[in-house]
């Protein structure tokens, strides 16, 4: 089962079990996607689907740490609320370990010796842990490897 037919049966499950807050959210991610496919008039698969939902979190995430700032926790009390249903559908997110033999890999893979070389592990490293590791993070991680 793909990744947007088991969002769209959860909805059904979660219409019959009138649960009001998932079935939102889980209306929100189903539209985030047909917005995308009719855009780019295809049909995405499981990794493009994912992508998209980890669009949602970063936007989420975003408006959360804006709501705080000014003092909304109202506002940021339903975006949080909306990131952990989001999160039942993303990957396991990969530890510090995982993600420093994936940069080692990448290293070793690419020949990369210098920060000139930045951009070929981080592509490395993105193939691999796509979804499951936050990108600016890792690639600061890199930069700091290659430049010590």
């Given at each position: 089962?793909?990744?947007?037919?088991?969002l769209?049966?959860?909805?059904?499950?979660a219409?019959?079990?009138?649960?009001?807050?998932?079935?939102?959210v889980?209306r929100l991610m189903l539209?985030a996607?047909?917005?995308?496919?009719v855009?780019?008039?295809?049909e995405?698969?499981?990794?493009?689907?994912?992508?998209?939902?980890?669009k949602?979190?970063?936007?989420?995430?975003?408006?959360?740490?804006q709501?705080?700032?000014a003092?909304?926790?109202?506002l940021s009390?339903?975006?949080?609320?909306?990131m952990?249903?989001?999160?039942?559908?993303?990957?396991?997110k990969?530890?510090?370990?995982?993600?420093?033999?994936?940069i080692?890999a990448?290293i070793?893979?690419?020949?990369?010796?210098?920060?000139r070389?930045?951009?070929?592990?981080v592509?490395a490293?993105?193939?691999?842990a796509?979804?499951?590791?936050?990108?600016g993070?890792?690639s600061?991680?890199?930069?700091?490897?290659l430049a010590?």
């Open positions: 089962m793909t990744l947007k037919q088991q769209t049966e959860d909805m059904k499950n219409m019959r079990a009138g649960e009001k807050h998932q079935l939102g889980i539209a996607i047909k917005q995308r496919e855009d780019e008039r295809i995405l698969d499981d990794v493009q689907v994912l992508a998209t939902l980890e949602m979190m970063k936007q989420r995430k975003d408006s959360v740490s709501f705080d700032a003092g909304r926790d109202d009390a339903i975006e949080r609320a909306e952990v249903v989001i999160e039942t559908y993303l990957p396991a990969l530890d510090e370990a995982e993600i420093d033999a994936l080692t990448a070793a893979e690419t020949g990369a010796s210098s920060p070389d930045m951009g070929k592990v592509a490293v993105k193939e691999k796509a979804g499951r590791a936050d990108m993070v890792v600061g991680r890199i930069k700091s490897r010590g």
